[in-house]
């Protein structure tokens, strides 16, 4: 496997993690408040 493909797999996994990070966060804050 080459290094540039795991690069582009993490990166891609970073993108769509991103997101999901985002929506959690977002859900907490709201359940605190």
Do not use: C, Q, W
Not at 24 to 33: G, P, Q, S, T
């Amino acid at each position: 496997m080459s290094h540039r493909k795991v690069n582009a797999d993490f990166n891609m996994n970073k993108n769509n993690f991103a997101p999901k990070v985002g929506l959690f966060k977002k859900l907490l804050l709201e359940r605190i408040l």
